[in-house]
Each structure stands twice: as C-alpha cells, then as structure tokens.
C-alpha cells in the first residue's frame, strides 16, 4: 500500500503531466498558427506524449491500490515569442519537470518504497531523453538564427520526419 505522502505526490505529478501536454498543445497551435506545421508537429507529438506519463502514474497508482484524487489542470499561455524562445521555455519546463521527478523519487527513497522507486527510475531516464530532444531543438534552431529560409527547410525537415514515423 502506498503512504498518504506518496498518492498525494503522485497524484501532483498527473496532473503536473497533464499540465505539460497542455502546454505543448498550446504551443503546437502557435507554431500551426504562424505556418511552421513541422515544429507544431513536433509539440503536438510530445504533447501525446506527455499524456502516456500521466496514464503511466495513474495505472501504477491502481495497481498499487493508491486512490486517484484528480486536480485542476492550469492554463498554459498562449503567446511564445520567437521559436528560439519558445523552445528554451520547453527544455527549461523538461528541467523543472526532472526536478519534480527528483523530489519524488527522493521521497520514495527516504519512505523505503522500493517498488515507487523502480517505478520512478523510468521517468529519470526519460528526463534525460526529454531534456535532451528539447536541447538539440533549441541548437538547431539557434543555427537557423534569423535565417527565415534555414527555419523553413527545419520546419519541412520535422514535418516528413513525423510523416515518415514508423508504422504511420
Ligand atoms: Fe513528462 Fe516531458 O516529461
């Protein structure tokens, strides 16, 4: 059975993934709005993704006989500024994502709940991957700088890479 402190926490982190996959939605419409269909690609793909974090807490939440308390989500802005500055805010979100992973993980450790732990050590390196795909998109785009023509064969370049996904 898992403690009261860590359903709360968990609990916390759905919905702190649920807030993330808003985020990057609203971001995706941004992106679509302003013709870069690749990058909103890009945001819209990771945005599903954030969602698979969240059911992944709440199947382990049931499985463990935990009781799924859902909270508010928040409301992501909707204004971005420049992609470069728009994509520093996702990987500076992937951190504090990490961070709250962390703290988790860290409370886990400190009740000896061996089992949450283990559960945790997946989101650790998916962190790791997330900070990095979010990385790599900020110096690439940073590379195209104020090059319009630079950003648009990136932003063609992402649209057939999500066309071209396998099993699509
Ligand atoms: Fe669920 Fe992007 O971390």
Redesign the pocket.
């Known amino acids: 059975m898992l403690s009261q402190d860590i359903q709360t926490a968990i609990n916390a982190q759905i919905k702190?993934?649920y807030y993330?996959?808003y985020l990057?939605l609203s971001m995706a419409a941004y992106c679509e709005s302003i013709n870069f269909s690749g990058f909103g690609g890009w945001l819209r793909k990771?945005s599903e993704?954030?969602l698979t974090?969240?059911m992944r807490l709440f199947d382990y939440m049931l499985d463990r006989e935990g009781r799924i308390v859902l909270d508010k989500i928040g409301q992501p802005p909707s204004e971005f500024g420049s992609l470069v500055e728009m994509f520093t805010q996702v990987l500076e979100?992937?951190k504090e994502?990490?961070g709250m992973?962390n703290k988790l993980y860290e409370l886990a450790l400190s009740e000896n709940d061996h089992a949450t732990s283990v559960e945790l050590q997946w989101?650790i390196q998916?962190?790791v991957e997330?900070e990095k795909n979010?990385s790599d998109m900020v110096e690439n785009i940073k590379l195209a700088g104020d090059n319009s023509a630079a950003l648009l064969m990136l932003d063609r370049q992402l649209a057939g890479e999500s066309t071209n996904a396998p099993g699509e």
């Open positions: 702190n993934e993330s996959s990057y990771q993704e954030e974090h969240a979100h992937e994502v990490s992973i989101f998916e962190q997330e979010a």
